[in-house]
Nanobody
């Protein structure tokens, strides 16, 4: 059974940084797209960043220049380096892998940006 697990969330002051990690279980087949989403209270889940198997990277406008997505195919991991964090970045962050025609989601990790 495929399992994704995020880590690295927490409480940080405005302007600070966090690095999120997401690891997939060994049972997942070849991964095509890796992505990070987030969901703030009372809002819909939204795409933060996408990294396709062909090397295409997409960022949502609200994180451009501040967040960086990276992936390690051998380790089946995706990362999200978040710099210059703002209070409006507060949300639960989820990783999503697309593989074999199926989306796999992690359970989410809370990121809180507050002074």
């Amino acid at each position: 059974q495929v399992h994704l697990e995020e880590s690295g969330g927490g409480l940080v002051q405005p302007g600070g940084s966090l690095r999120l990690s997401c690891a997939a279980s060994a049972s997942i087949p070849s991964i095509y797209n890796m992505a990070w989403y987030r969901q703030a209270p009372g809002k819909q889940r939204e795409l933060v960043a996408l990294f396709t198997a062909l090397g295409f990277i997409k960022y949502s406008d609200f994180v451009k220049g501040r967040f960086t997505i990276s992936r390690d195919n051998a380790k089946k991991m995706v990362y999200l380096q978040m710099n210059s964090l703002k209070p409006e970045d507060t949300a639960v962050y989820y990783c999503k892998f697309y593989s074999g025609g199926t989306d796999y989601w992690g359970q989410g990790t809370q990121v809180t940006v507050s002074s």
